[in-house]
Nanobody, 115 residues
Framework: VQLVESGGGLVQPGGSLRLRCAAS????????MSWYRQAPGKERELVGV????????NYADSVKGRFTISRDNAKNTLYLQMNSLKPEDTAVYYC?????????WGIGTLVTVSS
């Protein structure tokens, strides 16, 4: 199983970024996928999850209405569209899959929101 995040960077408050997670080594279309983030000095937290059929998502209250998770099952790719970014969104963002009780993580991509 391999998860590779990309798309992070430095953005000004109010800006947007789109993160991407390329997945391999499992049947991507069959599993729910999640985005997590970890800010400096804080615990890792769930940003949101998208279920395998891609017609259902859940989000943390802190990002609801600003972030959108989507997936392309044909390309084995997970996305996180982040709009109206705030300094408190600064974190390393990880994609995650739970395969039969075992968690798999990418190495993360850093998002910095600062003027």
């Amino acid at each position: 199983v391999q998860l590779v995040e990309s798309g992070g960077g430095l953005v000004q408050p109010g800006g947007s970024l789109r993160l991407r997670c390329a997945a391999s080594g499992f049947t991507f279309s069959s599993y729910a996928m999640s985005w997590y983030r970890q800010a400096p000095g804080k615990e890792r937290e769930l940003v949101g999850v998208i279920f395998s059929a891609a017609d259902s998502t859940n989000y943390a209250d802190s990002v609801k209405g600003r972030f959108t998770i989507s997936r392309d099952n044909a390309k084995n790719t997970l996305y996180l569209q982040m709009n109206s970014l705030k300094p408190e969104d600064t974190a390393v963002y990880y994609c995650n899959v739970d395969l039969y009780g075992m968690d798999y993580w990418g190495i993360g991509t850093l998002v910095t929101v600062s003027s």
